[in-house]
């Protein structure tokens, strides 16, 4: 069964204090694994799209990488302004519907 | 980047009556476009896919009498919860899904509350 899955649930940080998220999947042949930032009481917005491990992007302090079984962000001294819900979501596998799973997010908390 | 929007972004209804909310991708054209719903501190929980010129398709457990879509051309989608009640109360969002890239775009979401 394909599954996506984001740990931890939630991150506090220092402002200043560089971590990373990780997405996890289970997907049959990966078509793209995406990233988006969500702010309370907003749609998710697009960050990245990683298509073969071994892949990376960056977006000022992000930057999303991919392996075979999971792709991490990563953020290098975080801002108060970071702070939001991320999500990781993947393509079913078996059809081309572009319906994605979506893991449960990550909630980041960076602190001034 | 891509664009979507959603109106309206906000509204309150009275239980029994019927809401419409509006999704366009503004700068590109969708053939498909998605409908979500978000509960509170939860991940988005898919409802249907709508598909230009089709029949939209629902998932599993989600009342297709109940929420009814139309994806009458490649810009616009629309979702009327019919006979609202208190339950249906929720954020509801969109997405879009451009073709060039198979990248999903949402939209800013719509804040339904049912008195």
């Known amino acids: 069964e394909d599954q996506v899955t984001q740990s931890p649930e939630a991150l506090r940080l220092q402002e200043g204090e560089s971590s990373s998220l990780n997405c996890s999947y289970t997907v049959s042949g990966l078509r793209g694994l995406f990233w988006y930032r969500q702010d309370p009481g907003k749609g998710p917005e697009f960050l990245f799209t990683?298509?073969?491990a071994g892949e990376e992007k960056e977006k000022e302090r992000l930057k999303a990488t991919l392996t075979k079984k999971e792709s991490f962000l990563h953020i290098t001294a975080p801002k108060p302004e970071d702070s939001a819900t991320y999500l990781c979501?993947?393509?079913?596998?078996?059809?081309?519907?572009?319906?994605?799973?979506f893991g449960q997010g990550t909630t980041l908390q960076v602190k001034p | 980047g891509a664009v979507v929007s959603q109106h309206p972004s906000r509204v309150i209804c009275k239980s029994g009556t019927s809401v419409k909310i509006e999704c366009r991708s503004l700068?590109?054209?969708?053939?498909?476009m998605f409908w979500y719903r978000q509960f509170p501190k939860k991940s988005l929980m898919l409802m249907a896919t709508?598909?230009?010129?089709?029949?939209?398709?629902?998932e599993q457990g989600v009342e297709k009498d109940k929420f009814l879509i139309n994806h009458a051309s490649l810009t616009l989608s629309t979702l009327t919860v019919t006979s609202a009640h208190p339950e249906d109360s929720s954020f509801y969002i969109c997405?879009?899904?451009?073709?060039?890239?198979?990248?999903?775009?949402f939209g800013p979401g719509t804040r339904l509350t049912v008195l």
């Open positions: 979501a993947a393509p079913h596998g078996s059809s081309n519907t572009g319906k994605l799973i």
């Open positions: 700068d590109f054209q969708a053939t498909t």
């Open positions: 997405s879009a899904r451009d073709l060039a890239t198979d990248t999903q775009y």
């Open positions: 709508s598909n230009e010129g089709s029949k939209a398709t629902y």
């Open positions: 990683l298509y073969s």
